[in-house]
């Protein structure tokens, strides 16, 4: 495989509003949402911090901190800061993935096509899920991984409007992997799951859920929108 360059750490991190949050006075909610804006603010010469909403799109949380950065205990100096907020008071984290960049070993003999014209974080949508595969993928052949990986890659090319960053998490987290596409059209990345719902590949994926979507908002927008 060559020498790996050393990756980017990688958290999707799940927040979800204690009901009692809606309750509080205006001006309690309003301080607290300016701590918690603020203690975001003091990290961003650390991290890369990408917010989105989950209201209305799942039950169970209401947003989603997509955070990158080469120090992994700037993760731990950003949520610790959070919690002290008046804001962080009433949150919880259902879902928390880490996980990290690497070079794929099947991309290097795998010819991409043109790049996809979305920036990193910049689409509409955000999907994500944690990725395991079975022990049984591990023991094929490299030949014959990279042959299913291919026929992976060539769907892919099929849907140029869907953008995929995949991270690694074993050894760090319980998947392997977090898998992560940006687009501005939810149809075109369903379409591109069904297609890869027939893939050879897909005999040897044991668990791909829970799968959040994710609207890209503005972060204070976000914290207005608990409530």
């Not at 750490?9 to 309690?28: C, G, Q």
């Not at 501005?184 to 829970?210: G, H, I």
Request: aromatic share 14%; net charge negative.
């Amino acid at each position: 495989m060559g020498e790996q360059r050393f990756g980017t750490y990688v958290s999707f991190t799940f927040f979800k509003a204690d009901r009692e949050w809606r309750k509080l006075p205006r001006e309690i909610k309003e301080d607290g949402i300016g701590g918690f804006l603020k203690a975001v603010e003091g990290y961003k010469d650390r991290m890369t911090i990408r917010p989105y909403s989950t209201i209305g799109l799942r039950a169970d949380v209401d947003f989603l901190l997509w955070l990158l950065s080469k120090d992994l205990s700037a993760f731990e100096g950003l949520i610790a800061a959070l919690r002290k907020t008046g804001l962080g008071a009433y949150l919880e984290t259902p879902y928390a993935y880490l996980a990290m960049t690497r070079e794929s070993m099947y991309v290097k003999e795998h010819q991409h096509g043109p790049l996809v014209n979305l920036e990193a974080g910049e689409a509409e949508y955000l999907f994500v899920y944690p990725f395991i595969k079975t022990t049984d993928w591990y023991l094929l052949p490299f030949e014959t991984r990279q042959q299913m990986m291919t026929e992976h890659f060539k769907v892919g090319h099929e849907f140029p409007t869907v953008r995929i960053s995949t991270t690694y998490s074993f050894g760090l987290d319980d998947q392997e992997f977090v898998v992560a596409f940006e687009t501005d059209s939810p149809w075109d990345f369903q379409n591109l799951v069904m297609r890869l719902r027939e893939t050879e590949a897909r005999r040897y994926t044991l668990r791909d859920t829970p799968i959040f979507t994710c609207a890209k908002r503005p972060l204070e927008e976000v914290l207005r929108s608990l409530g």
